[in-house]
């Protein structure tokens, strides 16, 4: 079973970036799907960016895209986050997520799509 664990997260000027790391223990990464969602306060938890196994495909809500960049170093069993041009709307728990599978394509955006969970880290972006 893997444990997840992110890092990364604080405050930041609107404009400016953020990256968040998820290290992954217990398992083999490279056996995992991984994304990454977000939960803001009195909000439900919603999906940011996922990647598949190989890192070779890659998935992002509208609301990031062209802003947020995901990538995974299987080696290292770490998944990354780059935020840039944060805005305040960004401002949430980020957590890291995982599922077993080799699944070629990285469509999955759902919360009950992930069976494992880190404890999330905190963005903040001031206006």
């Known amino acids: 079973q893997v444990q997840l664990g992110e890092s990364g997260g604080g405050l930041v000027q609107a404009g400016g970036s953020l990256s968040l790391s998820c290290a992954a223990s217990g398992g083999t990464s490279s056996n995992y799907a991984m994304a990454w969602f977000r939960q803001a306060p009195g909000k439900e938890r919603e999906f940011v960016a996922g990647i598949n196994w190989s890192g070779g495909s890659t998935n992002y809500a509208d609301s990031v895209k062209g802003r947020f960049t995901i990538s995974r170093d299987n080696a290292k069993n770490t998944v990354y986050l780059q935020m840039n041009s944060l805005k305040p709307e960004d401002t949430a728990v980020y957590y890291c997520?995982?599922?077993?599978?080799?699944?070629?394509?990285?469509?999955?955006?759902?919360?009950?799509?992930?069976?494992?969970w880190g404890p999330g880290t905190q963005v903040t972006v001031s206006s």
């Open positions: 997520a995982a599922r077993l599978g080799q699944f070629i394509r990285a469509t999955m955006r759902m919360v009950r799509d992930y069976n494992y």
